[in-house]
């Protein structure tokens, strides 16, 4: 079965910066793009940022776009997100996701059909 195991997150403070990574198996991960999402306490999920099943294309949420990278390594099945420049509002939960679709790496939510159960970031001073 599909599954998807996050980690990386922590504590850090204001500017700081944090590299999640996420684990896949169950489904081949070098033909399908794939998506990091965030939840924030008492908001809904909102998507941060994608990447295309080579690599070659990436996409970012606007208030993420040129502090966070996200790559992949597909001989280790693995994606990663590197946030640099933390801010308080980038405190949440991160999870990666897997879309229905090999190629969709966007931000509708519904588009995807598994997410790993996340690993908690904090930005605190």
């Known amino acids: 079965q599909v599954q998807l195991v996050e980690s990386g997150g922590g504590l850090v403070q204001p500017g700081g910066s944090l590299r999640l990574s996420c684990t896949a198996s169950?489904?081949?991960?070098?033909?399908?793009?794939m998506s990091w999402v965030r939840q924030a306490p008492g908001k809904g999920v909102e998507w941060v940022s994608g990447?295309?099943?080579?690599?070659?294309?990436?996409s970012y949420l606007d208030s993420v776009n040129g502090r966070f990278s996200i790559s992949r390594d597909n001989a280790k099945n693995t994606v990663y997100l590197q946030m640099n420049s933390l801010k308080p509002e980038d405190t949440a939960v991160y999870h990666c996701?897997?879309?229905?679709?090999?190629?969709?790496?966007?931000?509708?939510?519904?588009?995807?059909?598994?997410w790993g159960q996340g690993t908690q970031v904090t930005v605190s001073s």
């Open positions: 169950g489904f081949t991960f070098s033909t399908y793009a």
């Open positions: 996701a897997k879309p229905r679709s090999v190629s969709y790496y966007g931000s509708r939510w519904t588009e995807y059909d598994y």
């Open positions: 990447i295309s099943s080579a690599g070659r294309s990436k």
